[in-house]
């Protein structure tokens, strides 16, 4: 096997479901053709399996991990609503997620209680921090999270990416983010819940209800991301979805009053609700001035957890806050997918001992890219034409221009060509004249809708030509 075809095969196996294609090529450099040769000589080997013919073609890796599988059974190491963890975790059991610079950092947090320092809220850290001159995601992660996870971001309404897959994101979110908490449903379980109504017998109550607090939450993400900004208000609006039933009468949305302590670390928040109110607004501040989506994106994630604003669920408002950029900018949400939570705990815990947010950043990009890698499959099964979907208001401009103008025969392919040239990117300039010319074949009465041109006009063009 060639370094190519090998490094081919380490790409498929990071799909989990028989994948098209289509899919598999995207964002590689290599020519469709060789890249069929190589997938044939992987299929001929046994190492990738292959089913379907022609377009309902799929490939996959030939020895795969359950794709549905119970969550690990760790006790959490930190939650506001869970038990503690070993803390004398050895490190060879440490997580492959970290680098080496923060598998250190984890080290200390996972050292002995006694053996760490007690601290608080700390002013400066979020001082330190001024938006769009510091970064904690560098240039080559913010440039790498922008390759991978762009989808519909150009000229479309915002969320309509979420809303294309909201079901998955519906299903992975709530699970995902749940099973960071301890949550004990299942993937599929999770599934039934939330989209037949029917819950395991044997799980206890509170599961159910955090579950079905998430596709609340979720709901307002999605369906309401026109209105959705970065402010106090939508802040606690995601925290009182999420906490309903959860938290005492009273508390879901209202900031706290009360002193908080978090389970197997030894920092202790800041108390006093007018302080953390205070503190609240100047980190929605901040997060509101980040122009970078990605950066906004884990600023939210770690300061709304560090602050500790609310009597519970201040993490799980903070995961979900953490998607408000993503959808408003038509990029691939975040679900926390494959993240173990004792790794993402220690992470947290870094972030409120040692203000090191180091080990949060890798699996933030880790678990992004995994939520990427999944949603192209989910949009690839689903049929769905993101490049046509992305131009349909440039395609239907052009369409106008064409039968408004009564261009028929060469002037057609000259308009078409003119116009591409000057609106549609080189790559995507073949897929968006095929698209054209095939709707110009297809024009009915029934399918001019949008584009500002009457029955009249459009007989007139078809008469004319």
């Known amino acids: 096997m060639s370094d190519e075809q090998s490094l081919l095969l380490n790409h498929v196996k990071q799909f989990t479901v028989p994948t098209a294609f289509s899919v598999i090529a995207a964002g590689l450099e290599t020519p469709d053709r060789t890249l069929r ?22 490939y996959h ?17 930190i939650s506001e609503d869970s038990a503690e963890y070993n803390a004398t ?3 060879s059991n440490l997580s492959s997620a970290f680098s080496a610079a923060s598998l250190q950092v984890i080290n200390k947090v996972r050292a002995p209680l006694y053996e760490r320092r007690p601290c608080t809220y700390r002013y400066e850290w979020l001082e330190s921090y001024q938006p769009n001159t510091t970064f904690y995601l560098n240039v080559e992660e913010r440039n790498q999270l922008h390759e991978i996870g762009q989808r519909l971001n150009v000229g479309m309404p915002a969320g309509t990416y979420a809303k294309q897959i909201f079901n998955r994101l ?33 799980k206890i109550d509170a599961d159910k209800v955090m579950i079905l607090n998430h596709k609340d939450a979720i709901n307002f993400l999605v369906e309401g991301i026109n209105r959705l900004q970065v402010s106090e208000e939508n802040i606690r609006t995601m925290h009182y979805l999420l906490a309903e039933g959860l938290v005492p009468n009273g508390s879901a949305g209202i900031i706290r009053s ?7 670390s030894t920092y202790i928040p800041m108390e006093g609700k007018q302080r953390l109110e205070q503190q609240l607004q100047l980190i929605i501040n901040k997060a509101a ?10 600023f939210l994630l770690i300061h709304i957890a560090y602050l500790q604003a609310f009597i519970d669920v201040n993490k799980r408002t903070a995961r979900l806050s953490a998607n408000i950029p993503l959808v408003r900018n038509n990029l691939s949400p975040l679900s926390f997918i494959d993240l173990d939570k004792d790794d993402y705990a220690s992470a947290m815990i870094a972030c409120y001992e040692l203000n090191n947010e180091r080990p949060m950043v890798e699996l933030f990009i880790r ?11 989910v949009v690839g099964a689903m049929g769905i034409d993101t490049l046509r979907v992305r131009y349909r208001g440039e395609r239907r401009r052009l369409i106008s221009e064409v039968v408004s103008g009564l261009l028929v025969g060469a002037a057609i392919q000259k308009r078409i060509e003119s116009f591409s040239k000057r609106e549609v990117p080189t790559e995507h ?37």
């Not at 890796?61 to 959490?76: F, K, T």
């Open 170 to 202: 519906l299903i992975d979110l709530s699970y995902h983010s749940s099973r960071l908490e301890g949550n004990t449903y299942s993937l599929a379980d999770t599934e039934k819940l939330l989209l037949q109504g029917m819950s395991a017998d044997d």
């Open 37 to 58: 040769r190589w997938l044939s000589k992987l299929v001929e080997q046994g190492l990738i399996e292959a089913s379907g013919e022609r377009k309902g073609r799929r």
């Open 89 to 91: 975790a050895s490190p």
């Open 289 to 298: 001035a980040i122009n970078d989506p990605f950066e906004q994106s884990f």
């Open 367 to 377: 678990s992004y890219i995994r939520s990427c890698e999944h949603y192209s499959v």
């Open 429 to 465: 300039r073949e897929k968006f004249i095929a698209d054209v010319q095939q709707d110009l074949e297809n024009l009915e009465p029934f399918n001019i809708a949008g584009m500002g041109l009457s029955k009249e006009e459009l007989l007139s063009w078809k008469a004319k030509q």
């Open 61 to 77: 890796y030939a020895v795969h991990e359950p794709l549905i599988s119970e969550p690990l059974v760790h006790e959490p190491l």
């Open 258 to 264: 009360d002193g908080v302590r978090i389970t197997s």
